[in-house]
C-alpha cells in the first residue's frame, strides 16, 4: 500500500501537526520557502539553516516576487503563475534567477508551487541551485579553454608545417628506441629519395647504411649523447648519397624522440673563414693588450694579454667598466685617444702608463682605431708595453741638443739661479710641445693633460713660440 493509498493520509484522518512545527518542517524540506499572497508579493520567508543566500533572501520580504527576478526570470513566473491559476495546480517545478543586488550574486532557484486554500495565497518551496550553476559554470570555463587549447594547437600546428616546408635543410623527427620517422619535411623526401612519398613509419635502418652491425638509431644517439654538434656521415639507401646527419635527442610527452639534421656530404664541411680565425687566435694568444671599448669609453672585451698587463685575475671583472679606470691620467688620456680617433680613423701610437688592479705602473704605447660593428661604433685599442724601452733611456737626451748645450754654456757665465731658471724654461718647453703633439695640436686637450688653464697655455705657447695658424681648440 502507498502513502497515497494508506488511511492515515485520508482527508479528516491527516496527522496531528502543531501549528508550531509547520515552520521547522517547510525550513527542512526545502532551502527557501516563500508565502506568497493573491497578489503574488512575498509575505514571509523560511530557509533552511545551512543555506548560504539566507541573507539575501530575508531581505526580499514584502516585494513582489517578480521584482526581485532577473527580466528572463520574471516573464518566466508570470507565465507559470497564470498557469498555475487557471489550473489549480503546477507540475512541473520552474527554475528562476534572483537578481544581483547590493552586493549579492544572482541566486538560481527551482521553485514548485503550492496552493493554501481559497484565499489565493501560494507556498513556493525552492531548492537552490547554485552548487549545479557553478559547476555548470566551470564546465563551460573548461569547454572554452579546451577550444583555446585546440585553436591554439592548430595554430601551432599550421606554423610548424610552415616551418618544416621551408627550412632548406633536410629534417626528421625520429621516435626511440625504435628509431621510426614521425615527421620529416619535404626537403629530407627529396635528399633521401622519396620525393612525393611518405617517411613517416619507415625506420632509420631502412634509410641509411649504417656499415656495422649497431643499430643506425643507436649509433646517432650515442652521438648525441657524448659530443654537441656531432655529425655522423651514412649512405642514403635509396639515392646512394653520402650524408651527414648531425642528431639531437629530446623528451615531449613522457616519451624520448631525436631530431635529426640531414646535409649532402659536401654541406656537411663548414666554410673555414681563415682571416677570422687569425684574427681571432691574434686576440686570444696575442703578446698585445687589446681592448674594444664603446664611444664613452666602457670596456666591451678584452684579450688575456690586458689582464696581465693590469694584473687582472678575473676576466669578466672589467667588462662595462671605464678604461680610464687604468690609465694614469684618466679620462685625459682616454679623451686624447677617443678623439683623436673618432676625427682621424686611427692614432697610430699614444704614450701613457696603465695602472695595475694593485697601483702598479707600467709605460705602454696604444694604437686607438675606430670600428664599426653592426650600426654601433667601437673603438679598438691595441696596448704595447713599453716599461723595458722606458728604463733604458737615457733622460738627458730627451733635451735637444741645441737646448742641452745652451744650458752647458750658462756654466760660470751666470750665477746658478738663472742657469736653473733657464733649464726650467727648456724642459716647460719641452713639455708643452711633447703635450701640443700627442693631442694633435688641441690645446683643449693638450691644457688639460698638463694641469693648465686654457689661458695659461696660450700664454706659454706665446711665450716659447709656438703658436701655430690652422690649431685645434
Not at 24 to 33: G, M, P, Q
Not at 108 to 119: A, K, N
Not at 182 to 208: E, I, M, V, Y
Request: overall charge negative.
Amino acid at each position: 500500500m502507498t502513502a497515497v493509498d494508506d488511511p492515515v493520509w485520508v482527508a479528516g484522518h491527516a496527522p496531528d501537526i502543531d501549528a508550531g512545527l509547520v515552520p521547522d518542517i517547510l525550513s527542512r524540506v526545502a532551502d527557501v520557502t516563500f508565502v506568497l499572497s493573491g497578489a503574488a508579493e512575498i509575505r514571509a520567508v523560511l530557509c533552511h539553516p545551512a543555506f548560504k543566500g539566507r541573507d539575501q533572501v530575508a531581505r526580499l520580504q514584502g516585494r513582489a516576487l517578480r521584482d526581485t527576478l532577473t527580466p528572463e526570470s520574471a516573464e518566466k513566473f508570470d507565465a507559470r503563475l497564470a498557469e498555475f491559476r487557471d489550473h489549480g495546480t503546477l507540475d512541473r517545478s520552474v527554475e528562476l534567477n534572483h537578481a544581483a543586488d547590493d552586493g549579492f550574486d544572482l541566486l538560481p532557484m527551482r521553485y514548485s508551487f503550492q496552493s493554501l486554500g481559497d484565499t489565493g495565497e501560494m507556498l513556493l518551496l525552492g531548492r537552490d541551485l547554485s552548487p549545479i550553476a557553478q559547476m555548470q559554470q566551470q564546465l563551460i570555463a573548461a569547454q572554452i579553454t579546451l577550444e583555446k587549447d585546440y585553436e591554439a594547437r592548430r595554430a601551432f600546428d599550421t606554423q610548424f608545417r610552415v616551418l618544416m616546408a621551408s627550412v632548406s635543410d633536410a629534417m626528421l623527427f625520429i621516435s626511440l628506441p625504435d628509431g621510426r620517422v614521425t615527421d620529416s619535411n619535404p626537403a629530407a623526401r627529396s635528399l633521401l629519395g622519396k620525393q612525393g612519398g611518405d617517411l613517416n613509419g619507415l625506420t632509420l635502418d631502412h634509410l641509411f647504411v649504417g656499415g656495422d652491425k649497431e643499430p643506425v638509431a643507436d649509433r646517432l644517439a650515442t652521438s648525441a649523447a657524448g659530443t654537441k654538434d656531432a655529425a655522423v656521415s651514412l649512405k642514403a639507401q635509396a639515392s646512394g648519397r653520402m650524408v651527414a646527419i648531425t642528431p639531437t635527442l629530446f623528451r615531449a610527452g613522457g616519451e624520448q624522440g631525436m631530431l635529426c639534421r640531414v646535409v649532402g656530404a659536401k654541406a656537411a664541411v663548414p666554410k673555414v673563414d681563415t682571416l677570422s680565425d687569425h684574427l681571432l687566435g691574434l686576440y686570444e694568444k696575442g703578446a698585445d693588450a687589446i681592448a674594444f671599448v664603446s664611444p664613452d669609453g666602457a670596456i666591451l672585451s678584452v684579450n688575456e694579454a690586458f689582464h696581465d698587463l693590469a694584473d687582472i685575475t678575473q676576466g669578466q671583472a672589467v667588462k662595462g667598466r671605464s678604461l680610464a679606470e687604468f690609465l694614469s691620467r684618466g679620462g685625459v688620456d682616454l679623451n686624447v685617444m677617443l678623439e683623436n680617433a673618432n676625427r682621424s680613423g686611427t692614432m697610430r701610437a699614444y704614450t701613457t702608463r696603465i695602472v695595475g688592479a694593485f697601483g702598479s705602473e707600467r709605460a705602454v704605447e696604444i694604437a686607438t682605431t675606430h670600428l664599426r660593428a653592426g650600426s654601433a661604433p667601437i673603438f679598438a685599442l691595441v696596448m704595447r708595453d713599453v716599461s723595458r724601452l722606458e728604463a733604458g733611456r737615457n733622460e738627458t737626451a730627451q733635451l735637444g741638443e741645441v737646448d742641452t748645450q745652451s744650458v752647458i754654456e750658462l756654466i760660470g757665465n751666470q750665477p746658478l739661479r738663472d742657469i736653473v731658471a733657464s733649464t726650467t724654461d727648456v724642459v716647460e718647453k719641452m713639455c708643452i710641445e711633447t703635450a701640443v703633439e700627442l693631442t694633435s695640436n688641441n690645446r683643449v686637450a693638450a691644457a688639460e693633460m698638463l694641469g693648465l688653464s686654457r689661458q695659461s697655455l696660450y700664454v706659454k705657447l706665446r711665450k716659447y713660440g709656438l703658436l701655430k695658424t690652422g690649431t685645434n681648440g
